[in-house]
T-cell receptor, first 112, second 113 residues
Framework: NAGVTQTPKFRILKIGQSMTLQCTQD?????MYWYRQDPGMGLKLIYY???????DKGEVPNGYNVSRSTTEDFPLRLELAAPSQTSVYFC???????????FGSGTRLTVV | DQQVKQNSPSLSVQEGRISILNCDYT??????FLWYKKYPAEGPTFLIS?????DKNEDGRFTVFLNKSAKHLSLHIVPSQPGDSAVYFC????????????FGAGTILRVKS
């Protein structure tokens, strides 16, 4: 039972490059989320989705885009990487209200 | 505006003793609270939760207490074990928020053997 799988685990980007962080879950969860964690800070919500075809902005969406074409996949796109996007990114899924999240193991991104 | 605050960045406890991790929140509309545990290089894992209609929830060595009037919750770990050493995040949600969680900054717990 894989749960939530994130790839890649590590990535170094140059300023202005773009990349997609992949996230897939095998629990048939409707709710999926992208968070970022900066040192000494809590997790901040970037984007979330309540089902295939439905996405919405979280607290810190600027510089990112998402899509949700299937229940399983929720990729996060960085179009023009900036040093401020250096962070650890976590994808999570949930079965619904008041259900705990299942998190992936994270992607550590460095923009230089 | 930090709606969920964990004011202690770190806590050190002797093995076998009680660990108490604290969390304060500002939004009185939150109706569900959770604690997550995170080891290095891993994602957070769900530990325990409590609904706003309760004031205590217990699961083995872990107990969460909720004081709504003070907008405060705490996680008690008894007895503490070295394997409990991790970062603990407090999180809160409101039903109308679509299960979006608001996280605190985390507290690093070190249990010394």
């Amino acid at each position: 039972n894989a749960g939530v799988t994130q790839t890649p685990k590590f990535r170094i980007l140059k300023i202005g490059q773009s990349m997609t962080l992949q996230c897939t879950q095998d629990m048939n969860h409707n709710y999926m989320y992208w968070y970022r964690q900066d040192p000494g800070m809590g997790l901040k919500l970037i984007y979330y989705s309540v089902g295939a075809g439905i996405t919405d902005k979280g607290e810190v969406p600027n510089g990112y885009n998402v899509s949700r074409s299937t229940t399983e996949d929720f990729p996060l796109r960085l179009e023009l990487a900036a040093p401020s996007q250096t962070s650890v990114y976590f994808c999570a899924s949930s079965g619904g209200s008041n259900y705990g999240y299942t998190f992936g193991s994270g992607t550590r991104l460095t923009v230089v | 505006d930090q709606q969920v605050k964990q004011n202690s960045p770190s806590l050190s406890v002797q093995e076998g003793r009680i660990s108490i991790l604290n969390c304060d929140y500002t939004n009185s509309m939150f109706d569900y609270f959770l604690w997550y545990k995170k080891y290095p290089a891993e994602g957070p894992t769900f530990l325990i939760s409590i609904s706003s209609i309760k004031d205590k929830n217990e699961d083995g060595r872990f107990t969460v207490f909720l004081n709504k009037s003070a907008k405060h919750l705490s996680l008690h770990i008894v007895p503490s074990q070295p394997g409990d050493s991790a970062v603990y995040f407090c999180a809160a949600s409101r039903k109308e928020y679509g299960n979006k969680l608001v996280f605190g900054a985390g507290t690093i717990l070190r249990v010394k053997s």
